[in-house]
């Protein structure tokens, strides 16, 4: 097996999440976007899976806004995946 493909399986796990929302939304964003992503995008959608879940949906729905630019810019991509 591929180091790339030994790391998607490996963040496929990582996002399922303790709600279906999450689970669809950033496995919509890791499936549609991740490897065609920049290392700094790459970066800060890891630092997006380990936010706990209700701190994750709240910025994914809107509710409050991401901690830095990086992570705006890929909760937009994620609210995006989910959609297209």
């Known amino acids: ?6 790391e998607m399986s490996r963040l496929r796990w990582r996002c399922r999440r303790g709600m279906k929302e ?25 630092r997006l899976i380990d936010t706990q879940d209700p701190e994750l949906i709240n910025m994914v729905m809107g509710k409050i806004e991401a901690p830095d630019e990086e992570m705006s810019r890929v909760i937009q991509t994620i609210r995006r995946a989910v959609t297209a």
Do not use: C, I, R
Request: charged letters at 30%; glycine letters at 0%.
């Open 22 to 46: 999450l689970d669809v939304a950033m496995t919509a964003y890791l499936e549609k976007f991740y490897q065609k992503a920049e290392a700094d995008e790459k970066a800060a959608f890891l």
């Open 1 to 6: 097996m591929s180091e790339d493909v030994n």
